[in-house]
C-alpha cells in the first residue's frame, strides 16, 4: 500500500507560479512511476504530467509543456510539480498518483493503483 499526501496548493495570480509536493509513504517509492493529473469542476480528471521511477524521463501535457516541470527526490519520497506562467484555465484540484504497470501508460488514469486526496488551485486576479 501507498499513501500519497499533496500540498502547496493555493491562489496564484495569472501569470504567478505555485510549488505542489506529493509525499508518500509505504512501499519504496523509488519502484513507482508517479503522475499528475487535475480535475476542473465539470470536467473529466485529465493528464497534466508524469515522470519515471527514476526520474530521467519526463511526460506533459500539450497544454503545460514548457510552463509545468515535474522531478522527484526518490531519498525524501516526494514527486513535485513546479507550475508557472499560470493561467485562468489551469484553475482545478491536482492529484498525484503512483503506478507500477507494465506497461506504464503515462496519460491513462488506468495505469496508476494509487491516488492522493488532491489539492485545489485557483488561478485569479
Known amino acids: 500500500q501507498v499513501q500519497l499526501v499533496e500540498s502547496g496548493g493555493g491562489l496564484a495570480q495569472p501569470g504567478g507560479s505555485l510549488r505542489l509536493s506529493c509525499a508518500a509513504s509505504?512501499?519504496?517509492?523509488?519502484?513507482?512511476?508517479m503522475g499528475w493529473f487535475r480535475q476542473a469542476p465539470g470536467k473529466e480528471r485529465e493528464f497534466v504530467t508524469a515522470i519515471s521511477n527514476t526520474g530521467g524521463t519526463t511526460y506533459y501535457s500539450d497544454s503545460v509543456r514548457g510552463r509545468f516541470t515535474i522531478s522527484r527526490d526518490n531519498a525524501k519520497n516526494t514527486v513535485y510539480l513546479q507550475m508557472n506562467s499560470l493561467k485562468p484555465e489551469d484553475t482545478a484540484v491536482y492529484y498525484c498518483?503512483?503506478?507500477?504497470?507494465?506497461?506504464?501508460?503515462?496519460?491513462?488514469?488506468?495505469?496508476?493503483?494509487?491516488w492522493g486526496q488532491g489539492t485545489q488551485v485557483t488561478v485569479s486576479s
Open positions: 509505504g512501499r519504496t517509492f523509488s519502484t513507482f512511476r
Open positions: 498518483a503512483a503506478s507500477s504497470r507494465i506497461p506504464f501508460i503515462n496519460y491513462d488514469k488506468r495505469t496508476y493503483d494509487y
